[in-house]
C-alpha cells in the first residue's frame, strides 16, 4: 500500500464509493460504522460523507482505556466531531454516547489481506476480531471490507476466533461470501 501514488488512492477510494452507491442491498441502513484510515489503507471517508448527505447515521470504533481490553465500543461522527488519537495513533471521537457494535447495521472493517472465503488479516490487535465474536453483539450486523485487489490472497489460515466478513468492497470488485 506505501508504494501506491496519491492519484491512484484518490481513483481508488472513488471507484470504492460508485461501487457502493450501486449496492440497493444496503438501502435500508440507519447506522453503519466505520474505521478511520491508517498506513495507506483504503478510505471509507468517501461513503462516509455519502452517508451523512443522506442523513445516516455515522459511527467510528473507540477503544478501551483498559490495555487489557480488546472491545470496543462506537461514538458517532459528524464532519465537526472532536477527535482525539488514541493509544495507536488513530483517531476517534473524543466524546458523544457509546452504543455497542450490536446496534450497527453495517460494519466496514479495515484489513491487510483477505481470502476468498471471507476471512481476513488484520493489523494483528484482535479488536475486531474480538468485538464481533463476543455472544452479546448481534450476528445481522453486515461486516464489510474494503481493500485493493492485490490484497486477495488464497487463505488468510483462519483460526477459530478470526471473523468472518459478508463481502469485501475492492476499487474494481465486490466480494461477497
Request: with cysteine; proline share 5%.
Amino acid at each position: 500500500r506505501n508504494s501506491l501514488s496519491k492519484e491512484s488512492i484518490v481513483e481508488s477510494q472513488n471507484n470504492i464509493l460508485s461501487i457502493w452507491k450501486t449496492r440497493r442491498d444496503f438501502r435500508n441502513i440507519e447506522r453503519v460504522g466505520f474505521y478511520w484510515p491508517k498506513k495507506n489503507e483504503i478510505s471509507p471517508l468517501p461513503i462516509i460523507q455519502e452517508l451523512l448527505f443522506k442523513k445516516i447515521k455515522c459511527y467510528l470504533p473507540v477503544i478501551s482505556k483498559d490495555e487489557k481490553s480488546k472491545l470496543m465500543v462506537f461514538r458517532r461522527y459528524i464532519d465537526s466531531s472532536r477527535m482525539e488519537l488514541n493509544r495507536f495513533k488513530i483517531k476517534e471521537p473524543a466524546e458523544g454516547r457509546a452504543i455497542s457494535a450490536n446496534q450497527l447495521d453495517v460494519v466496514f472493517i479495515p484489513l491487510v489481506a483477505f481470502d476468498k472465503k471471507g476471512y481476513r488479516i488484520g493489523m494483528g490487535g484482535g479488536f475486531f476480531d474480538t468485538t464481533f465474536n463476543t455472544e452479546n453483539e448481534k450476528p445481522d450486523s453486515k461486516l464489510l471490507g474494503l481493500a485493493y485487489e492485490f490484497q486477495e490472497v488464497d487463505s488468510c489460515f483462519p483460526e477459530v476466533h478470526d471473523l468472518k466478513l459478508d463481502g469485501v468492497i475492492c476499487p474494481n470488485n465486490f466480494f461477497l461470501f
